[in-house]
């Protein structure tokens, strides 16, 4: 009866699967942030594909990483996409390993690139981003 009433408030989806305990409530900024799950899957994202430290939260979320609008803008479209993917194996009660997320991401990705040169563009010119080539 407590999928019924919003109050009780559900356990972590991936806390409850990996038994991080104490079991936090699975709030937005914990599923996609503070979750150890989590945390540690946008965190070595970030550092194998981008030249930034993950953010913190409010710059995260909101992709405020630099003045330049333009860079922010390409960071945008990389935040919205790990979200969705964890969003996905949240829904699916699954936690992924790096390499399997690392690959749906991938494939978000490409598809998103695919779809929209504008979007190529701006992460292909988009010094947040490790680029072919760089050290
Ligand atoms: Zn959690």
Request: aromatic content about 16%; proline content about 4%; some cysteine.
């Amino acid at each position: 009866m407590s999928k019924f009433n919003i109050s009780i408030g559900a356990g972590c989806t991936f806390c409850t699967i990996s038994k991080n305990l104490p079991v936090e409530k699975e709030t937005i900024l914990h599923l996609f942030y503070y979750c150890p799950t989590t945390n540690n899957l946008i965190d070595q994202w970030i550092k194998k594909y981008c030249k930034i430290q993950l953010p913190e939260p409010t710059r995260f979320f909101t992709a405020a990483i630099t003045p330049d609008e333009g860079l922010n803008s390409g960071f945008q479209t990389a935040t919205e996409i790990l979200l969705y993917t964890i969003w996905q194996y949240k829904l699916q009660k699954k936690v992924p390993s790096a390499q399997s997320f690392n690959t749906d991401v991938d494939y978000y990705f490409s598809s998103c690139l695919k779809a929209s040169h504008k979007l190529w563009e701006q992460i292909f010119n988009n010094r947040l981003f490790r680029h072919y080539g760089d050290e």
